[in-house]
T-cell receptor
Framework: AQKVTQAQTEISVVEKEDVTLDCVYE???????LFWYKQPPSGELVFLIRRNSFDEQNEISGRYSWNFQKSTSSFNFTITASQVVDSAVYFC?????????????FGEGTQLTVNP | KAGVTQTPRYLIKTRGQQVTLSCSPI?????VSWYQQTPGQGLQFLFEYFSETQRNKGNFPGRFSGRQFSNSRSEMNVSTLELGDSALYLC????????????FGPGTRLTVL
């Protein structure tokens, strides 16, 4: 069975600090996809990134960056120079190749609060 | 392109009643998945429909059911509501094939009294 663990339940930082959200996953599949979603107070899950298991290149998108390491089964997310608008719950998720990415297993989520 | 829409946004029911939630996916998307989010259990997969057929199913009792119409719109139904069914129900839209991310709707918040 697949599992996603986000050990950090809550993180609080001051604006402009860098923050890293941890994600560790378990799966028996050799082909799988990893995702990060952001959930603001409105409730809607906002897609941030998708990674497949064969692509270990790190990715940067503006202030966001992701570090995927298969050797440690981790897919960590870093926000550089955090802003108050980054305050939200962030979820890491995993899907297996066989389901064509349509069934996601989510971590417990990390509540990020960025204080001014 | 319009996003995923869910109706109603808020719903209050009493124990024993049944409820139907609706989800309209992004135009052209043929897959709709449903998730339940509660403080205790987090986000859990309910089921997925693709081209009017249930393609995947999570570990929920038979009181939870769904269907998909020919226009890809989907409904989920919960019968004999229990207090523990109070949750945010999220619908996700997906083209159906390929390495594409799922787009989520705003959710329906169900409160069972």
């Amino acid at each position: 069975a697949q599992k996603v663990t986000q050990a950090q339940t809550e993180i609080s930082v001051v604006e402009k600090e860098d923050v890293t959200l941890d994600c560790v996953y378990e799966t028996r599949d050799t082909t799988y996809y990893l995702f990060w979603y952001k959930q603001p107070p409105s409730g809607e899950l906002v897609f941030l990134i998708r990674r497949n298991s064969f692509d270990e290149q790190n990715e940067i998108s503006g202030r966001y960056s992701w570090n995927f390491q298969k050797s440690t089964s981790s897919f960590n997310f870093t926000i550089t120079a955090s802003q108050v608008v980054d305050s939200a719950v962030y979820f890491c998720a995993l899907s297996e190749h066989g389901t064509s990415g349509s069934r996601l297993t989510f971590g417990e989520g990390t509540q990020l609060t960025v204080n001014p | 392109k319009a996003g995923v829409t869910q109706t109603p946004r808020y719903l209050i029911k009493t124990r024993g009643q049944q409820v139907t939630l609706s989800c309209s996916p992004i135009s052209g998307h043929r897959s709709v998945s449903w998730y339940q989010q509660t403080p205790g259990q987090g986000l859990q997969f309910l089921f997925e429909y693709f081209s009017e057929t249930q393609r995947n199913k999570g570990n929920f009792p038979g009181r939870f059911s769904g269907r998909q119409f020919s226009n890809s719109r989907s409904e989920m139904n919960v019968s004999t509501l229990e207090l523990g069914d109070s949750a945010l129900y999220l619908c996700a839209s997906f083209p159906g094939r390929g390495e594409n991310e799922q787009f989520f709707g705003p959710g329906t918040r169900l409160t069972v009294l």
